[in-house]
Structures are given as C-alpha cells and as structure tokens.
C-alpha cells in the first residue's frame, strides 16, 4: 500500500467534489477499520461496513444482482452517503449535494478516485 498515493487520491476527491466530500474514510471490509481519511468517523465507517455486509447478503439471499460498485443514501438537509465497494476495502463519504451533484460523483469523481485508489493500493 502506497500511503502518499491515498493521500493523493484523498486529495482529488476534495478537489473534484468541490470539497462537496466534507469527510471520507477508507476502512476494510474485514472489520470497519479506517486506513485513511479525513474528518474521520470510526464509528460511522464500522457502521456501514455491517450495512453493506447486509446489503450483500440480502441481495444474495433474494436472488437479485449482487451489489455494484457504490451505493448512494439521500440524507436530510442536502446530504447524502457513498459507499464506493472495493472488495477488501470501502470507501465511505459524507457529501454536500449542494456543493457536489450526485452526477458529478458517479460519472466523474468515482471512476477517478477508484482508479488513484487501486494503484495505491494494487490487488
């Protein structure tokens, strides 16, 4: 893992979003533990790394698709959470839709700071 190549990645989602990402945190699938962010919330991160376990789970269970690449949660007050899903690892963020469309983060600012992460972090 090439730490001052996260941090570029973290860097580009701040510059790409507008700084409409106000807090990220990439944590691992195994157990919800952070491995770099910003404006950081551990618990948040633990959280919804049992969320998307039960996401994959359900849709298994269900027979539908398996999830994608990321999921999106409209929040009140113009906010909303992604979850980029990378396997080993999740990358989790708050998001100022005022400042950052969702547009902009699925067509734009994923497919960049998901290509910075995997050479960073090469499989």
């Known amino acids: 893992m090439d730490l001052s190549k996260l941090n570029k990645a973290m860097d580009e989602l701040k510059e790409m979003s507008n700084g409409g990402a106000v807090a990220c945190d990439i944590y691992t699938t195994r157990d919800g533990q952070s491995i770099g962010g910003y404006n950081s919330n551990p618990v948040a991160s633990a959280m919804f790394n049992q969320i998307t376990g039960h996401i994959v789970t359900t849709m298994k269970q269900s027979g539908m698709p398996s999830l994608?690449?990321?999921?999106i949660v409209e929040l009140a007050d113009n906010k909303a959470i992604v979850i980029i899903n990378m396997g080993d690892y999740q990358w989790g963020m708050l998001l100022d839709t005022k400042v950052c469309s969702p547009?902009?983060?699925?067509?734009?600012?994923?497919?960049?700071i998901t290509k910075r992460f995997h050479e960073a972090v090469p499989s």
């Not at 994608?68 to 999921?71: E, L, T």
């Open 68 to 71: 994608g690449k990321y999921y």
């Open 103 to 112: 547009g902009l983060m699925i067509n734009i600012v994923i497919p960049q």
